[in-house]
């Protein structure tokens, strides 16, 4: 493979005679040069860039999109470095066969973000530069992209708005304006209804007028089209863009290339829009920015907000980070100074209050089927007024695990240490981790009585028993299991909306910025095992899921209520949540995390590692562990432990915490860690390093 292997001899001179496809130029004069050497990144699993020779009369200069030999076959690569020499003998080195032409080199901006995203992240430069082209942009052969037409004449401004701002979104705006010529980070901390939206677009319509781009990202797919239409409501001239993994390859492909030549003037989309190359970004904006989903838990492990806040940095520009719920990280930053704060407390529209939240004991209301007397009655209120309810639960499927009442036997997955979930509809027991499927069996496995119930409360068991205990009422449910049909989750809300739907059942696809005017009561039900989990984020991903749930009971004209279902009526993070004072919550749970030396106030990295035989990894990581702390730097080295999920689709997976007093002092040690590691020639297990994990 490729010239570093195989000692394949190459001619000194020689001439193409291949046919190019449509979009690649034909190698120059069909020479290659003999001068100019080219370091190439490439998506292969291997630390180093690749050599090769420039072609003569071909200009390659650094960020050009490159079409390579890769030992039989073909590859497209980013040109790193032009050169003119290589530590590889001449005579082995090849050359490249052509430079894509409907693809324009990367700025010197944009590569430069990559290779901080391959140093920070410890990946090699060629996948996060894979991570960051389109699947369409990669083929070596494929047809040639139109370049997309430039941006229309400028929007027409003094666009409507339906609003007349209140004091306190003037005030973010004013101070999101107040440093908009250079880096200038904005906690934009506003309640669930403050009306965040109109503050965004207001600072997107001073972008676009200054003639730059900007870039807009959200958690989820799910939230794209609502925000999307907004966004071509309020500027219908401008050309808007989505960027999400759901595009086909195409469309995809020409998002990219819209950011890229500057035709794009808003792209919104998930965590990936925020690697995309921007030929002029002005402005970027994090919704939700305390998200997990903003972390990508595979390959590149990165953290979308805080690339946006470190591309911002680079380019100088405003970033807005938003979110009911801030991360204790973007606190503590407002806390040191780092980040300005902006605060809209109050709801936006007029009359609109706070949703009233209380906790039912369960322990003296004691659940039926998962459902206190309390929460069935105030449901029950609400049919009668012809109002709306929603029941929160975070956790799909029918119960999350078949046990036997004889012999305590329940089903497990073979592959993976987790329990099946019992999905009675489809008479399938399911591991949500790997996906393997089996019927449900009539009698226990092991001891063969008959004597098989379910446990837990998954969303379909819920529905059965409210259907139960509110014959009549019209029921809906949504979670992955019955959106995996496409358009369903729309056709849901679409009923929600329309008034045709009663209650609704589901997950956390439904805490989020949907508005319902008719929904004003929400029960949240089975939350309780998040208070004591092993996860040190999860009071923090409790407390904001149930604001951001809680936000959707009531608007404008009528008050929501909120009933939260609890063996621990009075723990203080649901007195928190019922008083709406985030900011006592957050206080307590960043003193908590200072004591501990959690982030924010440590810095950490994971070592993962995982193989199919058992023992392996404990055993690669505790000799991992012994190199890390023979390099002595000012880093804490824990021992290895078994993942949360310790087995997964037939590997066995476990895991190296690291710890650090700051960046500075974590960065160069995972630098030399992973080198040292890297020498070694692992082959038994397949490791990689998390940086800033979300979850240890
Ligand atoms: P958030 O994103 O902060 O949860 P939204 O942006 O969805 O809140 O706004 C909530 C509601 O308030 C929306 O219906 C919006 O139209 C309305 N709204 C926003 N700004 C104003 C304003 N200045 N005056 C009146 N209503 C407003
Ligand atoms: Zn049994
Ligand atoms: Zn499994």
């Not at 998962?370 to 309810?389: C, N, P, W, Y």
Request: proline share 6%; aromatic share 6%; charged share 25%.
């Amino acid at each position: 493979m490729g010239h570093r292997h195989g000692g394949i001899s190459f001619p000194l001179a020689g001439t193409y005679s291949q046919t190019y496809p449509q979009g690649f130029s034909p190698p120059g004069n069909g020479r290659f040069s003999l001068l100019k050497t080219l370091r190439v990144a490439l998506d292969v699993p291997l630390e180093e860039n690749f050599d090769f020779l420039a072609l003569e009369g071909v200009e390659t200069p650094p960020g050009s999109l490159v079409v390579v030999p890769f030992g039989r076959s073909r590859k497209v690569g980013v040109v790193v470095l032009e050169g003119t020499g290589s530590t590889i003998a001449l005579a082995r080195l090849r050359a490249i066969e052509a430079r894509v032409e409907d693809v324009p080199p990367l700025g010197a901006a944009d590569l430069g973000l990559f290779e901080f995203c391959a140093a920070y992240y410890q990946r090699p430069l060629g996948e996060v530069i894979a991570a960051c082209l389109p699947p369409r942009l990669r083929q070596p052969s494929r047809r040639r992209i139109p370049a997309p037409e430039p941006a229309r004449a400028p929007t027409p401004h003094g666009f409507s708005s339906a609003h007349e701002l209140t004091a306190p979104q003037r005030e973010a705006i004013e101070a999101v304006r107040a440093g908009a010529g250079g880096f200038h980070p904005v906690l934009l901390h506003g309640v669930t209804g403050s009306g965040k939206t109109e503050v965004y677009l207001r600072l997107i319509a001073d972008t676009l007028d200054r003639g730059r781009q900007a870039l807009f990202l959200l958690p989820e797919i799910g939230l794209t089209p609502q925000f999307e239409a907004q966004v071509r409501k309020r500027f219908p001239g401008a050309s808007v863009y989505a960027a999400h993994s759901h595009l086909n390859e195409g469309d995809r492909a020409r998002a990219w290339l819209a950011a890229q030549s500057g035709a794009a003037q808003v792209v919104l989309g998930t965590r990936l829009a925020v690697l995309m190359p921007f030929r002029d970004l002005g402005l970027a904006i994090v919704d939700e920015e305390h998200d997990g989903s903003y972390k990508q838990q595979e390959g590149l492990r990165y953290s979308a907000r805080d690339v946006a806040v470190r591309r911002a940095q680079k380019l100088g520009i405003p970033v807005v980070l938003g979110s009911a719920t801030p991360s204790l990280e973007s606190i503590a930053n407002v806390r040191d100074g780092r980040y300005a704060l902006a605060r809209l407390p109050q709801r936006a529209s007029a009359g609109s209050a706070m949703p009233a939240i209380r906790t039912v004991d369960t322990r003296a209301d004691r659940p039926h089927d998962g459902l206190t007397f309390a929460l069935v009655d105030a449901i029950r209120k609400r049919l009668a007024r012809q109002e709306q309810s929603l029941i929160f639960l975070n956790r799909r499927g029918f119960s999350p695990v078949l046990f036997c009442r004889a012999c305590s036997w329940h089903s497990t997955c073979t592959r993976c240490s987790a329990n099946l979930v019992m999905h009675r509809r489809d008479g399938e027991l399911r591991c949500h981790h790997c996906g393997r499927r089996s019927r449900i069996p009539a009698a226990c496995p092991t001891c063969h009585a008959a004597d098989l119930a379910p446990v837990g409360h998954g969303t379909q068991r819920l529905e059965d028993a409210l259907r139960e205990a509110l014959p009549g009422a019209r029921i809906a449910r949504v979670d992955r299991d019955t959106t995996a049909r496409k358009g369903e989750l729309k056709r849901v809300f679409d009923a929600v909306r329309a008034g045709t739907i009663d209650v609704l059942i589901g997950t956390q696809m439904l805490a989020k910025g949907h508005d319902y005017p008719r929904l004003t009561l929400v029960g949240v039900v089975d939350c309780d095992s998040a208070l004591f989990s092993a996860d040190f984020r999860a009071a923090e991903k409790l407390f904001a899921q149930l604001v951001q749930v809680s936000g959707r009971a009531g608007r404008a004209d009528r008050a929501g209520e909120v009933i939260i279902q609890t063996d621990f009526p009075t723990h203080p993070l649901y007195a928190a949540v019922a008083s709406h004072d985030f900011d006592r919550f957050a206080s307590d749970a960043l003193a908590e995390r200072r004591v501990a030396g959690f982030p924010p106030y440590s810095f950490l990295a994971l070592l993962r590692a995982e193989s199919k035989k058992a023992g392996e990894p404990t055993t690669f990581l505790r000799d991992a562990a012994r190199v890390a702390r023979g390099l002595r730097a000012a880093v804490e080295v824990f021992d290895p432990v078994p993942a949360t999920l310790e087995r997964k689709a037939g590997f066995e997976r476990a895991q190296l915490l690291v710890r650090a007093s700051s960046r500075a002092a974590l960065q160069p040690f995972l630098r030399r860690w992973r080198s040292a590691l890297l020498e070694r020639g692992e082959r038994r297990v397949r490791w990689s390093l998390d940086v800033d994990p979300q979850e240890v």
